[in-house]
């Protein structure tokens, strides 16, 4: 079975320092990987997805997040915050197979001080 | 190239009632998925459907079907509502039912069951 464990459920940074959001998966297979984010009453957004090739990921806006087997983690990081960057962030987790079996992490909320 | 819409905006139902959520898939896609994200929570996989077909499952009840039609659009059926169903319905396309393929979000549907 698969699953996601985002460590926080909140973050909170200045404007212009680095952000880091934390995500570690489980999963019997070779899975994909997703970091989407959803701001106010906003649909889901990709920012970026891991599928097996290069381990470090660059998504849109500056994000980009490390694939890392051994430690089963997916971080997302960005150099430098922007107060746009508020919203929640998903990580997702996808196991090969049938049909797309998506599982989402409980979310972490990203707030941006300026 | 149009996104994925999701009608209605809004819902109000009684408990016991029954309802239907409609989700036009992004151009060129022949899956669709639906979601339910609690308040404070991530989406949780309801089904997917590909080319008309339910073709997965997450953990929910019978009373939760769906339909897909030929055009790919899809509708999400809600039978004898129950307080908890309260949510954000989530609909999202894709072109395939690969893990690797990510998926494109609808606005969703907030649905309030008193």
């Known amino acids: 079975a698969q699953s996601v464990t985002q460590l926080d459920s909140h973050v909170s940074v200045s404007e212009g320092t680095p952000v880091l959001l934390r995500c570690n998966y489980s999963s019997s297979y070779s899975p994909s990987l997703f970091w989407y984010v959803q701001h106010p009453n906003k649909g889901l957004q990709l920012l970026l997805k891991y599928t097996s090739a290069a381990t470090l990921v660059k998504g849109i806006n500056g994000f980009e997040a490390e694939f890392k087997k051994s430690e089963t983690s997916f971080h997302l990081t960005k150099p430098s915050a922007h107060m746009s960057d508020a919203a929640e962030y998903f990580c997702v987790v996808s196991d090969p197979g049938g049909y797309q079996k998506v599982t989402f992490g409980t979310g972490t909320k990203l707030q941006v001080i300026p | 190239e149009t996104g994925v819409t999701q009608s209605p905006t809004h819902l109000i139902k009684t408990r016991g009632q029954q309802v239907t959520l409609r989700c036009s898939s992004q151009s060129g896609h022949n899956t669709v998925s639906w979601y339910q994200q609690a308040l404070g929570q991530g989406p949780q996989f309801i089904f997917q459907y590909y080319r008309e077909e339910e073709n997965g499952r997450g953990n929910f009840p019978p009373r939760f079907s769906g339909l897909q039609f030929p055009n790919y659009s899809s509708e999400l059926n809600v039978n004898a509502l129950e307080l908890d169903d309260s949510a954000l319905y989530l609909c999202?396309?894709?072109?395939?039912?690969?893990?690797?393929?990510?998926?494109?979000f609808g606005p969703g549907t907030r649905l309030t069951v008193t």
């Open positions: 999202a396309s894709s072109s395939g039912t690969l893990s690797s393929y990510e998926q494109y």
